[in-house]
């Protein structure tokens, strides 16, 4: 065991230097070395007797569409959070920085409903094809996978807490710096579990040395570290595309609009540029048989060149954007986000190129399984997901339509406004 | 049948009816519940501290009735543990009904510690409820004896240990300390005998005290009403806010009985009170054998005086320190009387202060010196 | 917004003698307290008459069975026993090793579990909580269990054995 | 233990689960309820022209939105994760089973989230009747993720005769519609749609508390009547759809409820019996106060009373929620799998070939403890250790809940050897196996196991 452990170590070590040399070669990559840990040390648990109630493709499919989306909104959550904390950190004397901060944040707790809304659908169909692997390396993690938990609804009320000071004019930057850090501990959590369950030869020893409640963090893997980077620079990337499409479809006043440009603009460039750099340390620390088997496969390599073309496109995009005219084009501002969540499209394929190719490499064949689809089952689900959608989207139209009227009378007198509520509360506060 | 009665437009029966005419006839229902519905409460942002008396009141009837409940098969003298250990074990529910006595019994004590305090910094002592204050320091010492006695009961190897190291307390009293604790005791060791005197104190002889002090403790507080605390005093009375006592206040004080009385059931019947192995005078006490926890901080300061200085000498100086602090805190009508300056007020909640946190911080220290 | 009236209108609609409140929904809520204090009575009365009348369902479940009629029972092989119901409750009838016979009842007198006849040991062992018992007299040698095991009479007859309360 | 084991000291895996399911239970079961409280109420006020009770549903539909999504989304996100480290391997049955009927409640829940953030954000911004139609779609919508949800939950406890019938012969997907509408469904589903409108009510109490009763008593005193009406349909209904729910479990678990009457004793047999007792004791003094503290005494109904109130609702629903699990006992799915992720089915296999031997983990494991101890023995007590996490963890603690340390107290080896031997025959005449899955393995795994409970006897009397 304290032998793993030197050679974890190792590995790791040797990462970050081969990194920094920058010839891409790794310790582990060696076939013969990777056969031999599989045989003597560990096999993956029993796949689940019961059949898979639809093909293999449909769950990799739906998976992955729902995948974009949750890194869409998790991406424009942490991004967003970053910058309008820093501004309302800064904007005490600055009302520009401060009421683009306050515009920002009011969006971020709805961000946060669909970062959760669309992560669960992405895992759930994980738990189905890759069960095996992503149980385990759950329990071995177990008390930071379920403090996720405890973190999130603790972020996610503190955000809620940022909107309403937003909304009375109140500073709050310290409760949104406090979920910043919920985010990025999340965020971290997971890039750590996704990341252990491609790792059986790293179960064993964490299991012997954690005890079971799974308090200890793996170590050793060189893939976690880039992969953390490559999300994070992404969500500040395409929250600056985001803030760019506020400034130019939101209602804000003239001065906060150039402001959320600028630096939407600059933001979008500099951070989808950097995020292009940790794709291709991600791309680096891959073993051999990975990489290979990622250019040739053709559906992985045009990803692979879907999100470089694009995410060149969202920076060329978000700098035009940002600098050509004296008030944003409308245009061009959804140009960047599109690009920018065309990349996301095109990255999330790749990731789940490696996702498999790693796992095959180690024994793990997800294409393997018995199929008995219900497709009257499946078929209602269609159905009903597209219903759903349709019907979200025209009860969005009505809103839209009404809340314009409304807008333009000049009272509404069937309802009482905030203040007389908040009086009759705090009446009783006084007392 | 009373015609007139039938013309109210109330749902009620006219038998009922007249079953209640008759009833007020000789008791005079209407009169009681027209005081009952004069009368006011004070409601104000401390009124919570109000039920505090109606909740030690409630865990005191709990106690009168799972107690003679227990009765039923509890076998003082030699056969007690056998007795315990069929009530736990053999009869039917029987765990549930000691149980939920054991739950009530320290609920009662800590009742009755809350409702001491909430009155002391109500400053509900002051004319004119002197009387109230002192009853209620008398249903106070009753009770713990009551809590004292009854932990022998069962003879398990718990009670046996708690109870002898318990029986130090007033064996240090200096002088007569050794000769009223083998009267207590019936001799110089806890045996049978000893069960059967805790038995007849702990179901004759106390409550044969107890309950004339309870009566003229709660005559007191019907007579003179709910004390306000001074902060509501001072506002001008058309600014004070009331609630009648019947049916509203009445109706919340059941309500605070259901929730105790849901405490109780959640604590008796998710965390049955335990039995342990039969007494065994020859065996080693148990390590950190201690008394109940509310009298932990009697304990505790016997036990540090003792440390501080050997001999019997310590021992007796922290019974003085004990009966001065009794004294004092008997005394506080008179200290904090009405009329006196701030002053006297300020000392008076100094006072209050040190003997909250005197006795939190010896109960925490003791537990954590066993 | 509120004025005094509507206070006072307020007051008189939470009387209890207010005409508003008229006969069906009077009555509705006087179901409602009954149903409340049924639930009350219930909760609490149950477990008071289990209580007390434990005694009495012990007697008498007791005295309804006084005997029982094992029929081939009396070419049981020695060191051995077998199981039967005396009543609703569990048995033992063992021979032991000397060909002598012995009826016991077979609930565990610390917590109920059915015990079992150790033919190796020679004793009755309840594995619940280790409660060990003689197997000639049934009287409690180790282990929590408080009291002996009751022994019943028993009759050997030719083709079977009569077990009778002792 | 085909995956490992997630050990937490003191509380168990269970226990975990139970907590923060009854914790979502009490957020989720609100929404659904809440989601047809606000627009009927909103409905009321538009029709009487109420002003004063906007203000009021304003600020309990904000109070609504934060507590259901910030802590009811996350919380029933938490009971996933809770039941794939607790109970892997139940878990992956059930995600077999039903994917799509989670993506399908996935659906619903979708339109639910974005449908009460409309309705937050649109109040005086749209045209009132289009607002009002967003909360009855919202309503809807929460209602159809109970619908969905029922039908997995009760799967757990009753799986029907149908799915039984086919469940290991890879046809389980065929029989969908019988596994999801299972003999436990529909009472499952009245029952909890009751006891939702009971949390509207009582929620609702905790927003109408914050008025000042003195100043606006009429106020106070409606919108406090017209919530407690809430609690109405519930309070007739639920004893009958309780019994009804009960004729649909089978006999077996029911006698589990017997047990706790019949079996006299504290602590093991009678969890069931004390749920009830405390069940039937909340909601009657929910009953009693809603009405004589809150209805009959609004003007000084105060936070503390209506805080009191949920703290009964969520003892209430604790104590349900855990008469219903215990009611599942021996099994975590019903007479498929049992409560430590054992297949009913594999039972035999497992005590012909050993349990350790036939989990990929432990059978490596295993083979390093012989060549790596010092001693046969303490290898011996590593093997127990492991045939205790993997089939004695999933309910017991070594200290806390369940403990083995006060369970085994004064045990000596042959004790706790005759209490194993009992288990793993699992007769019928075993007083245990109404509630305790079959001890399986190997006759040397079953010793480690003793030596490895030996061990802890021990150091619990130290």
């Known amino acids: ?431 | ?370 | ?166 | 233990m085909n995956y490992p084991f997630w050990d937490v000291p003191y509380l168990s895996g269970g226990g975990v689960i139970g907590l923060i399911a009854t914790y979502h239970l009490l957020i989720a079961l609100f929404a659904v309820g809440g989601g047809l409280y606000l627009p009927l109420a909103e409905r009321k006020a538009l029709k009487e022209g109420r002003d004063d009770w906007f203000g009021v549903l304003k600020s309990h539909s904000k109070f609504f939105l934060i507590l259901t999504a910030a802590f009811g989304t996350t919380s029933g996100v938490g009971i996933w994760f809770a039941i794939g480290l607790a109970n892997p391997e139940a878990t992956s049955t059930l995600i077999h089973n039903f994917v799509f009927g989670w993506a399908i409640e996935y659906v619903f829940f979708i339109v639910e989230l974005t449908t009460a953030a409309i309705y937050y954000y649109t109040w005086d911004k749209i045209d009132p009747k289009l607002h009002l139609k967003i909360g009855y779609v919202y309503a809807a919508s929460s209602w159809l993720t109970l619908v969905i949800i029922n039908g997995i939950l009760t799967f757990m406890l009753t799986p029907g005769s149908t799915w039984l019938s086919v469940a290991g012969s890879g046809n389980e997907a065929s029989v969908f519609w019988y596994a999801f509408f299972n003999p436990t469904y529909f009472p499952s589903l009245v029952l909890r749609t009751l006891i939702s409108w009971n949390l509207a009510g009582i929620w609702a109490l905790v927003t109408a508390s914050r008025l000042d009763g003195f100043r606006h008593g009429k106020l106070k005193h409606e919108i406090i009547s017209w919530s407690a009406k809430w609690l109405i349909p519930g309070f007739v209904l639920v004893p009958f759809c309780f019994l009804w729910y009960l004729a649909m479990v089978p006999e077996a678990q029911r006698q589990l409820l017997d047990l706790g009457i019949s079996t006299i004793g504290q602590g093991t047999f009678t969890q069931i019996t004390r749920s009830a007792l405390i069940t039937v004791m909340t909601s009657a003094t929910i009953i009693a106060l809603v009405y004589f503290v809150a209805v009959r005494n609004s003007k000084s109904f105060g936070l503390g009373w209506a805080i009191s109130l949920v703290l009964l609702a969520f003892a209430a629903t604790a104590s349900t929620e855990q008469a219903r699990e215990m009611l599942r006992k021996p099994y975590v799915i019903g007479d498929f799998m049992y409560s430590n992720g054992v297949r009913k089915s594999e039972v035999e296999k497992y005590n012909a070939e050993g349990y350790l031997t036939h989990s990929s983990w432990a059978a490596n494991s295993v083979k390093g403890f012989y060549s790596d101890s010092e001693t046969i023995e303490a290898a011996d007590l590593k093997k127990g250790e492991l045939m205790f996490r993997g089939q004695c963890g999933a309910c017991h603690t070594e200290k806390g809940y369940r403990a083995m340390n006060n369970l085994l107290k004064d045990r000596d080896e042959t004790a706790i050897g005759n209490i194993l031997q009992m288990l793993h025959e699992n007769k019928d005449d075993s007083p245990y196996r109404k509630y305790m899955p079959p001890l399986v393995g190997k006759d040397d795994e079953i010793k480690a196991l003793a030596a490895y409970l030996k061990q802890i006897s021990v150091n619990a009397s130290k």
């Open chain 2, 1 to 370: 049948m009373d015609a007139s009665l039938l013309q109210e437009p109330r749902s009620r029966t006219s038998r009922a009816a007249a079953i209640y005419d008759w009833v007020d006839d000789r008791l005079d229902l209407t009169g009681l519940m027209a005081h009952a519905r004069e009368k006011t409460v004070p409601e104000h942002k401390h009124a919570f501290w109000y039920y505090w008396g109606g909740i030690s009141l409630f865990f005191f009837m709990v106690q009168v009735l799972s107690g003679i409940l227990l009765l039923v098969y509890y076998r003082p003298g030699a056969e007690a543990y056998e007795s315990v250990r069929q009530i736990t074990y053999d009869i039917q529910f029987g765990w549930l009904v000691r149980s939920a006595h054991s739950w009530s019994a320290n609920l009662m004590v800590f009742a009755v510690f809350v409702h001491m305090f909430s009155v002391f910094f109500m400053r509900a002592y002051r004319k004119p409820r002197e009387f109230g204050w002192w009853s209620g320091l008398a249903l106070l010492g009753m009770t713990m004896v009551f809590g004292f006695s009854g932990y022998l009961l069962p003879m398990d190897d718990l009670a046996y240990f708690a109870t002898k190291v318990g029986l130090e307390i007033p064996a240090s009293i200096p002088l007569v300390g050794t000769v009223i604790t083998n009267l207590v005791r019936g001799g110089s060791e806890i045996t049978s005998t000893t069960t059967q005197r805790f038995f007849a104190l702990h179901v004759v002889i106390l409550p044969l005290l107890y309950l004339p002090f309870l009566a003229f403790h709660v005559w007191l507080v019907q007579k003179h009403g709910n004390a306000m605390p001074p902060g509501e005093e001072a506002k001008p009375v058309e600014e004070r806010r009331t609630i009648r006592f019947f049916p509203d206040f009445f109706a919340k004080d059941l309500g605070m009985w259901l929730l105790s009385l849901n405490v109780l059931a959640i604590l008796a019947s998710l965390y049955p009170w335990q039995l342990g192995p039969q007494a065994d005078e020859l065996a080693s006490a148990p390590v950190g054998i201690h008394p109940e926890w509310y009298f932990m901080s009697q304990f505790q300061v016997l036990k540090v005086f003792g440390r501080w200085f050997p001999g019997a000498f310590g021992e007796y100086l922290g019974i003085v320190v004990f009966t001065l602090g009794l004294v004092i805190w008997a005394l506080i009508p008179f200290i904090d009387a009405k009329g006196r300056n701030g002053k006297w007020a300020k000392a008076a909640l100094y006072i209050g202060l040190i003997a909250v946190f005197g006795m939190l911080a010896t109960t925490i220290w003791g537990y954590w010196d066993l």
């Open chain 3, 1 to 166: 917004m509120i004025n005094e009236d509507a206070i006072n209108d307020i007051l008189r609609s939470q009387d209890n003698d207010d005409p508003e409140i008229d006969g069906s929904k009077r009555s509705f809520l006087w179901m409602g307290v009954g149903a409340i204090g049924a639930v009350y009575v219930g909760a609490i009365g149950y477990p008071v008459y289990k209580y007390l009348a434990t005694p009495a369902e012990r007697a008498a479940s007791e005295t309804a069975v006084n005997s029982a009629t094992l029929d081939g029972a009396d070419k049981l092989p020695v060191n051995s026993a077998l199981m039967f119901k005396f009543g609703t409750k569990p048995a033992m009838l063992i021979r032991s090793a000397d060909g002598n016979f012995v009826a016991l009842n077979a609930v565990c007198t610390h917590l109920g579990c059915t015990v079992k006849y150790n033919p190796e040991t020679v004793r009755i062992e309840c594995a619940c909580h280790g409660g060990v018992y003689d197997a000639k007299t049934g009287s409690n040698i180790s282990g929590p269990p408080p009291k002996p095991l009751t022994k019943f009479n028993v009759e050997v007859q030719d083709g079977r054995v009569l077990v009778t309360r002792a």
């Open chain 1, 1 to 431: 065991m304290a032998q793993t452990k030197a050679k974890i170590s190792v590995i790791q070590i040797g990462t970050l230097l081969v990194f920094v040399v920058g010839n891409g070669s790794y310790l582990a990559r060696d076939p013969d070395l990777e056969d031999q840990e599989n045989t003597t040390l560990f096999q993956f648990p029993s796949v689940d007797p019961i059949p898979l109630p639809a093909p293999v493709w449909l769950f990799k499919l739906l998976g992955d569409v729902t995948l974009v989306l949750h890194f869409l909104a998790m991406q424009l959550l942490v991004g967003s959070l970053t910058l309008a904390t820093v501004w309302n950190f800064l904007g005490k004397k600055h009302s520009v920085r401060r009421d683009g901060s306050d515009a920002v944040i009011r969006k971020v707790p709805t961000l946060m409903t669909y970062v959760i809304n669309f992560g669960v659908p992405p895992l759930l169909f994980s738990q189905v094809l890759y069960g095996r692997a992503l149980y385990t390396s759950s329990v071995l993690i177990g008390f930071y996978w379920i403090s996720v938990i405890v973190v999130l609804t603790l972020t996610y009320f503190l955000l809620y807490k940022c909107a309403d000071r937003a909304n009375s004019g109140r500073a709050w930057w310290g409760y949104s710096l406090l979920s910043w850090v919920g985010v990025v501990y999340i965020a971290k959590i997971f890039s750590i579990n996704m990341t252990l369950m491609l790792r059986p030869e790293a179960w064993q020893p964490l299991y012997q040395a954690s005890g079971g409640l799974g308090m200890i963090f793996p170590t050793g893997d060189p893939s976690t570290t880039p992969r953390f980077l490559f999300m994070l620079a992404g969500g500040f990337g395409l929250s600056g595309a985001g803030l760019l499409f506020l400034s130019t479809f939101g209602n804000e006043k003239p001065e906060v609009a150039g402001f959320l440009r600028k630096w939407g603009g600059i933001f979008a460039a500099g951070f989808l540029a950097l995020e292009m750099a940790a794709g291709v340390w991600v791309y680096r620390v891959q073993p051999a048989v990975v990489q290979d088997g990622i250019m040739s496969g053709t559906l992985t390599s045009s990803a692979l060149w879907a999100w470089a073309v694009f995410t060149v496109l969202a920076v060329v995009a978000s700098l035009i954007a940002a600098f050509w005219g004296k008030t944003g084009s409308k245009i061009l501002a959804a140009t960047a986000i599109l690009f920018g969540a065309l990349g996301t499209a095109g990255f999330v394929v790749v990731r789940d190129g490696i996702r498999d190719l790693t796992l095959l490499s180690k024994g793990f064949d997800v294409w393997q399984r018995t199929v008995v689809s219900n497709w009257s089952v499946v078929l209602l689900f269609l159905a009903l997901f597209v219903g759903g959608l349709a019907l979200i989207g025209f009860l969005l139209v009505l809103v839209a339509r009404s809340a314009k009227q409304i807008a333009n009378q000049t009272a509404v007198a069937a309802f009482a406004g905030e203040a007389d509520l908040q009086n009759l509360m705090e009446e009783e506060d006084d007392q």
